[in-house]
């Protein structure tokens, strides 16, 4: 097999300075006999340090447009852009350096805390770590390890619950420093208290532009900007407000899981 995405148009001295986002009429589709479309026309703008939610049903493309950003598939029609680039004009190499991906799917290595944090960046200090796990609100469950930072991970986590793989893999991607940070449903296990603090702590990182992708509504609903996807395409964007005024797929979503102390933990 021959990789079909190649840094054949990349420029190597190009590197990613911002986090701003621009998809100008993107269409994507997996297979390129397939009839369907599995992303048609999406287009929206996104400036650096902006925290963006993206919220859908089950099989609306939700991770599928996140994963343009990082050039993870290539647009079949339009373009996507980072930092005022075609992502095709990054080498993958930096263009994924300015990146962080974490999946709802979290996977930790056999080894020490501080050795699988470090897959984010190798020669981050014991410090760093912490700052990291502190935003990731995984700080006082490490500390009361045996060992701390020294507490051996089992194959995949065993010896972890869902919720601190959960945040481990997010304090992984904050130690890489990226200009991007795309929390695809990776806070699914936590609990709504916690869920909120993460949120907050991420949030105070100004020069982060942060997607949030979720089936949550309480988990975009304080973004900067919530893009609502249903049937592959980009039906509605706007704030929370604006989209419970004007917007019935959102509406339904939310009422569907609104309940009054979620409100309050949320």
Not at 19 to 31: Q, T
Not at 177 to 204: C, E, F, G, N, V
Request: charged letters at 25%; a negative charge.
């Amino acid at each position: 097999e021959k990789p079909r995405i190649t840094d054949e148009q990349a420029d190597p001295a190009l590197k990613v300075e911002d986090g701003s986002i621009r998809f100008d009429h993107v269409y994507f589709k997996y297979h390129d006999t397939a009839e369907a479309w599995n992303l048609e026309d999406v287009s929206f703008t996104v400036p650096s340090g902006a925290t963006v939610g993206i919220l859908g049903s089950t099989g609306s493309a939700k991770t599928t447009l996140v994963s343009m950003i990082p050039r993870l598939y290539d647009v079949n029609g339009g373009a996507v852009y980072v930092g005022g680039h075609n992502v095709k004009n990054y080498t993958m190499e930096a263009l994924r350096d300015g990146c962080a991906m974490v999946l709802q799917k979290n996977t930790l290595f056999s080894g020490t805390i501080r050795e699988n944090l470090r897959w984010g960046d190798p020669d981050a200090t014991d410090e760093q770590l912490f700052r990291a796990l502190e935003l990731a609100q995984a700080r006082d469950f490490v500390e009361e390890k045996p060992g701390g930072l020294s507490f051996f991970i089992e194959q995949g986590g065993r010896n972890l619950s869902g919720g601190q793989r959960q945040r481990l893999t997010i304090a992984r991607a904050l130690v890489r420093r990226p200009d991007i940070l795309i929390l695809d449903d990776s806070a699914s296990a936590l609990d709504y208290a916690t869920d909120a603090r993460l949120r907050q702590a991420i949030a105070s990182l100004t020069d982060l532009t942060v997607f949030i992708v979720s089936q949550r509504a309480s988990s975009v609903r304080h973004a900067d900007r919530i893009l609502v996807l249903d049937d592959c395409r980009v039906i509605a964007q706007g704030t929370h407000e604006q989209l419970l005024s004007n917007c019935a797929v959102y509406q339904e979503i939310y009422a569907s899981q609104f309940e009054p102390e979620e409100e309050v933990r949320a």
